[in-house]
């Protein structure tokens, strides 16, 4: 299993669950685990995934989800689970 941490912040609108879980599904990642909050209109969700099957490397689909943050205005990042976890040791 290939995980990844992938965060998503910014100003709750209509639509960013349904974007990023469509490019999810559409590139075979799996969610694992999902959180998600709204907070004074502030959209804030931290997702587990697994890229087993995805069909394209980590850094593309890291980029492209980056990339559908800027076209519906949050942050995305995708990060692979080790690092995140070595990150956050301390």
Known sequence: M?????????KDTVG???KVCTYLANNKVNILDISQTIVD???NMMMVADINEAPKDF?????ELAQIG???GVDIRAQ???IFDKMHRI
Do not use: M, P, Q, R
């Not at 290939?2 to 910014?10: F, M, P, R, S």
């Not at 850094?59 to 980029?63: E, G, L, S």
């Open 80 to 82: 692979k689970a080790a």
């Open 59 to 63: 850094h593309i689909i890291a980029d």
């Open 2 to 10: 290939h995980k990844v941490i992938i965060t998503v912040l910014g």
């Open 16 to 18: 960013i669950l349904a």
């Open 41 to 43: 209109g502030y959209f």
């Open 70 to 72: 800027d076209e519906i």
